[in-house]
């Protein structure tokens, strides 16, 4: 097995799940979700590191130990933990927009300023954020998420550019990924009239599956894809 060690947030259920079960042959993994409780599943040989990314206080600890225990042989990270209150902005509690942009936006800042500040010492590493087609198309209902979500986009652009200016190279690499509407339990209370709206609006006529994404991830992460940097790759099955 190769000893690069990479990350995984929400690796407990859905996309990080599917990722951590694809990537598990060829990296040693850190696993994260909320709580340890979350996991049913995991690849043998991984490593959990647990925290719940409403809470700055968790996101600020989560950081500390991924650097003390993990930063020596770190080679890349996945920020997937997402989460959305889908509603009208004009009902949304305040506690549930703070929240979305915790888990959504502040978490992935604070990891990628950890993962940055790790692979500048080794001129080397990959951060991908996984935002979401809404995060380019906008969608009723999910305006905060939405923003967290493009705000991701612009995150992983800058750090793209800023890596090189820091370290003299582009041999870090910062990228996002936004899936289209993906079969998980993000989606799986979606009606089924809105889910055929949607298949409608898909020109590949089918929602995505987490295998979609893991694929794509895979790619990105491998030399095969060392020249692909400070990019939004989009896997939407065509959806805008
Ligand atoms: N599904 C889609 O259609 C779709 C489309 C575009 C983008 N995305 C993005 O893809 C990523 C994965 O989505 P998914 O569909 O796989 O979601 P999911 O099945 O709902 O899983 C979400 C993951 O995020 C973690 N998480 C949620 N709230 C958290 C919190 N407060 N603190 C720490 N971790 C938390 C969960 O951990 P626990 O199990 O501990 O709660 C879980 O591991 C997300 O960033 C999502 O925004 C999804």
Known sequence: MSAKKILITGASRGLGLALAQKLAADYQLILHASAQTS???VPPGSQLLCADFTDAEQIAAFCRGLKKEHGD???????NAGM????????????????MLSVNLKAPVMI???????????????????SSVVGETGNAFQSV?????????????SLAQEAAALNQG??????????GLIETDMTKDLPE????????MIPSRRLGTVNDIAETVAFLLSDKAAYINGSNIQVNGGLR
Do not use: W
């Open 73 to 79: 042989d770190l080679y890349a990270v996945i920020n």
């Open 193 to 200: 009239a809105e889910k055929d709206r949607y298949i409608n």
């Open 145 to 157: 998420y939405a923003a967290a979500k493009a705000g991701l986009v612009a995150l992983s652009k």
């Open 170 to 179: 582009g041999s870090i690499r910062v990228l996002s990924v936004s899936p």
């Open 39 to 41: 996991f049913t599943t």
């Open 84 to 99: 959305a209150y889908d509603k009208s902005l004009i009902y949304q509690p305040e506690q549930e927009i703070d929240a």
């Open 112 to 130: 990628c300023k950890t993962a940055m500040k790790i692979f500048s010492l080794k001129h080397k590493g990959v951060i991908i954020n996984i």
